[in-house]
């Protein structure tokens, strides 16, 4: 079964804080993804990434930044966080391939105060 | 660009068949995901749609229409546990990112 483990399911933090979302996955995957989640606009890509130390842009990465330093490990980092990035985060990875599903991880509700 | 459209939600009774459509216009394409959200739990993978037809799973079958920008998934006798919110996501391609529809929340009733 492939396994995504995000480290915190429920994180507050305050305003102005630097945060980090850690991922990990156990399958070897080469693609990982972020994602946030609000009610009525659904799941919106942040960053994804290919393969180690490399990252893309998704649809809204204004106020993040990643990393990925090992293949199995993505991390999202709020550089000061504010309000607006209370939400869902959602981490997911994908083997490259046909198909290339995504798995997700079990989410982190991140409350920012 | 992409866009994913799907109905907000429905409700359906225990036992019954319940069709969840998802219309998409997206710049290429590269198949079609559909994905199971219960509250407060990760989306997980249901079905996957490339070319045109039925694909069925047991409970689940879903169908997708290239020529027409359309998809369904089909659940059939219907349990509580099927209560959630069901994901429609679309690969464009050349690409491995996902754009998502709203999601469609079902909600089971006895």
């Known amino acids: 079964d492939v396994k995504v483990t995000q480290s915190s399911r429920y994180l507050v933090k305050r305003t102005g804080e630097k945060v980090f979302l850690e991922c990990v996955q156990d399958m070897d995957h080469e693609n990982m993804f972020w994602y946030r989640q609000d009610p009525g606009l659904g799941l919106r890509l942040i960053y994804f990434s290919y393969d180690v130390k490399m990252k893309e842009k998704g649809d809204i990465p204004e106020g993040y930044s990643v990393s990925r330093e090992k293949k199995e490990r993505f991390s999202l980092i709020l550089e000061s966080a504010s309000t607006n990035q209370t939400s869902m985060y959602l981490c997911?990875?994908?083997?490259?391939?046909?198909?290339?599903?995504?798995?997700f991880g079990a989410g982190t509700r991140l409350s920012v105060l | 660009g992409q866009n994913i459209d799907q109905p907000t939600e429905m409700t359906a009774t225990e036992g019954a068949i319940v069709q969840i459509n998802c219309t998409y216009q997206t710049s290429g394409f590269n198949g079609l995901f559909w994905y199971q959200q219960h509250a407060g739990e990760a989306p997980t993978f249901l079905s996957y749609?490339?070319?045109?037809g039925l694909e069925e799973k047991g409970r689940f079958s879903s169908f997708l229409s290239r020529s027409k920008g359309y998809s369904y998934l089909l659940l059939k006798e219907l349990q509580m546990k099927d209560s959630a919110s069901y994901l429609c996501a679309v690969r464009g391609y050349g690409n491995n990112r996902l754009a998502f529809g709203k999601g469609n929340q079902v909600v089971v009733i006895p």
């Open positions: 997911a990875s994908s083997l490259q391939g046909s198909k290339n599903i995504q798995y």
């Open positions: 749609n490339v070319l045109d």
